[in-house]
Nanobody
């Protein structure tokens, strides 16, 4: 089985920072585009950031300049560095990755279970 798991969510003060991690495990051959999403209570899940296999990144306007997505040096890991956090950043954050399994060249998307980020006011 393939599993993605987020970690690093916490309760922080406005202006604080957090670093979220996503680790993928299983019989993985390669990972393509990686992404972070978030979903606040009563809100639709939204795309926060993406990074391609060759390192190109994109961000939602609301987080641009404050958040940074990166691929890890360790195998099958990626991160979201969040700085200058605001109360409106409060949400469950989900990682998503397109990957191929050993013996299968088709890319499929997988989701993590989510990690809670709460920014107090």
């Amino acid at each position: 089985q393939v599993q993605l798991m987020e970690s690093g969510g916490d309760l922080v003060q406005p202006g604080g920072s957090l670093r979220l991690s996503c680790a993928a495990s299983g019989t993985i051959a390669s990972i393509g585009t990686m992404a972070w999403y978030r979903q606040a209570p009563g809100k639709q899940r939204e795309l926060v950031a993406t990074v391609t296999s060759d390192g190109w990144s994109n961000y939602a306007v609301s987080v641009k300049g404050r958040f940074s997505i990166s691929r890890g040096n360790a195998k099958n890991t990626f991160y979201l560095q969040m700085n200058s956090l605001k109360p409106e950043d409060t949400a469950v954050y989900y990682c998503n990755a397109a990957l191929t399994l050993i013996g299968d060249n088709h890319y499929r998307g997988y989701w993590g279970q989510g990690t809670q980020v709460t920014v107090s006011s």
